[in-house]
């Protein structure tokens, strides 16, 4: 297995490359990012590096910009220490969601993602709710989601198979295993989940346990954890940045920042796919614009009053429905709103060079 291979670049990839770019410029993958600097690596070391001009500035978004796990054009200079990032090669995935806050922006996260494990704390963090939304970003991606249950040994055998079935109601096809950082329960399940050449992502609130995981797997106390606060029962921020990491076996893993803010723009496919049963209801639905609120002969109402739907998850599907519309309206208007503003800079610079 050459270095490349070893580091995800699978047959897909190859197929996506542009054949003129490689040969002038190297493939590498995004290790991490920080503001206007990357680190890169081709499978010998982990190189510092910057964006060609053209790249930064012919980029019409954030999305448009290396992150986290993706594969590059690089040109490598003085032996190897500094490296110059010439173009993002095609993603498989792309994990995002929208900035946190007011600003209707795209936050990319990671790319390039197999397998998401999607956190939870079984003690106090666990919202079913908050895991469909994160159930939403993934399936969104076509990553496949793992739900990893930390903290089990805090609770009773019983309460962790209740609230796996609770779990599996909502998503019955995807893997859900219960873990505990303390004990050691079932970290040596997860992993011999993780397989060579494949990568994963770590996903969660700050607390749920996602760095002292990724320090037992690779087992030994390598990054950064905090204590959680008793009083909140909330862990403080430990994980500024998103960092790949390779395993002994192979494995590729990226942890990821606590996530206050879960907002979605665009998430149609994420929501079908989350809440399939929704939408092959509303297929039976009596009018084609049911709003699944208040009208007769809706399919989803009528499941609801015969105790085959939670309300609950009827609401929470609309309203991040609406969100997604309302989000990516907003950002369909800034979107021409900045072009209009570049053409007005490019049409401004013309006239001044023609006089």
């Not at 190297?26 to 206007?36: G, M």
């Amino acid at each position: 297995m050459d270095k490349l291979e070893s580091l995800g670049y699978g047959e897909w990839f190859r197929t996506q490359v542009d054949t003129d770019m490689t040969v002038i410029h190297e493939v590498a993958r995004v290790v991490s990012v920080h503001k206007d600097s990357y680190v890169v690596t081709k499978g010998d070391g982990d190189v510092f590096a910057e964006l060609a001009g053209n790249v930064l500035y012919t980029a019409s978004s954030s999305a448009d910009l290396p992150t986290t796990g993706d594969w590059i054009y690089v040109d490598f200079y003085d032996d190897d220490s500094l490296a110059i990032i010439h173009g993002v090669i095609p993603r498989k995935t792309l994990l995002k969601r929208k900035t946190a806050g007011k600003k209707v922006e795209f936050q990319l996260i990671a790319a390039n993602i197999d397998v998401a494990f999607i956190i939870q704390s079984i003690d106090y963090n666990l919202n079913l709710r908050r895991l469909e939304r994160y159930l939403v970003m993934v399936n969104e991606s076509k990553i496949t989601p793992v739900i990893l249950l930390s903290k089990c040994d805090l609770i009773s055998q019983d309460e962790v198979e209740e609230i796996t079935a609770n779990i599996l109601s909502i998503t019955p096809e995807t893997t859900v295993l219960a873990f505990s950082n303390l004990s050691g329960k079932n970290i040596d399940e997860i992993k011999r989940s993780l397989l060579p050449g494949h990568t994963y992502c770590l996903l969660g609130s700050s607390g749920v346990g996602k760095t002292t995981l990724l320090n037992r797997i690779v087992g030994r106390a390598q990054f950064e954890t905090q204590s959680v606060s008793k009083k909140e029962s909330k862990g403080r921020h430990t994980t500024t940045s998103r960092e790949l990491i390779q395993l002994e076996n192979g494995a590729l893993v990226i942890d990821t920042p606590g996530m206050r803010e879960l907002g979605n723009i665009s998430v149609d496919i994420g929501l079908d796919e989350t809440f399939s049963e929704i939408s092959e209801l509303a297929q039976h639905c009596k009018f084609g614009n049911c709003s699944h609120t208040t009208e007769k002969g809706c399919a989803i109402l009528a499941a609801i009053e015969d105790g085959e739907l939670s309300e609950q998850r009827l609401k929470n599907f609309l309203k991040m429905q609406s969100e997604s519309a309302f989000y990516e309206m907003s950002y369909s208007e800034k979107r021409k709103k900045d072009k209009a503003f570049g053409k007005l800079i490019k049409s401004t610079l013309k006239s001044k060079d023609r006089r």
